[in-house]
């Protein structure tokens, strides 16, 4: 997929895991769909940037997409050592980068940004040709007088579409919670079933 020299952080293996399809839940199997992925992007309190698509700061995730075993490892910091199965591309010490490309003006590091926005679309598209990708977190730059001002992980939809699915997902996880308190409520140890 990516160029093996420079693979701006990107982790092959996760991604390869994400568009299995034995990942995915029988029910997007059986009605020939591809699962849906919101791809999220953020930076964490070390200053690295966290590309994933199972945890994020809009918490769009459909479960139900995807074996449950699967989704509970994805969001998971740690599932595989060092990282977890869910995030797909991680760059070290992105703040920093961003302040080298912004304050000092470093052509390196100014080269590095748009290295990793680049490879950011080219996952996306990879992603797209094998997920029903329904968002993206892209790198958007601003500029003054020619020189970047600010990098910074932007949705790609309207501010309106992504509030809708945002509200969803809760609608969503709150049905999800309520069926499971009523399985609780209704359980019958003496029941053998």
């Known amino acids: ?11 092959q293996e996760n991604v390869d895991v994400l568009i299995y399809p034995a990942n995915w839940s029988i029910a997007v199997r059986d009605e020939n769909r591809k699962p849906r992925v919101f791809l999220h992007a953020r930076v964490n309190q070390k200053g690295n940037a966290e590309i994933n ?7 769009i995730i459909y479960e139900e997409d995807f074996l449950a075993r699967y ?11 060092w990282r977890g199965v869910g995030e797909l591309m991680w760059w070290k010490d992105y703040e920093l980068l961003v302040s080298n490309a912004i304050v000092r ?9 748009y290295a990793h926005a680049a ?9 797209a040709q094998h997920v029903n990708l329904v968002g993206v977190m892209a790198l958007s730059f601003t500029y003054q007088d020619g020189e970047i001002t600010s990098a910074d992980f932007m949705p790609t939809l309207p501010d309106d579409q992504l509030q809708e699915m945002i509200q969803e997902r809760r609608k969503r996880k709150a ?14 140890p003496e029941d053998p079933e």
């Open 1 to 11: 997929m990516f160029d093996d020299d420079y693979a701006c952080g990107l982790n």
């Open 53 to 59: 698509w199972a945890r994020g700061d809009h918490d």
């Open 71 to 81: 989704v509970n490892a994805a969001q998971s910091a740690y599932s595989v050592p």
């Open 105 to 113: 003006r470093s052509p390196v590091a100014t080269a590095l940004l």
């Open 119 to 127: 490879s950011l679309k080219e996952l996306a598209f990879v992603l």
């Open 175 to 188: 049905a999800t919670l309520r069926e499971a308190v009523d399985r609780m409520a209704n359980f019958d």
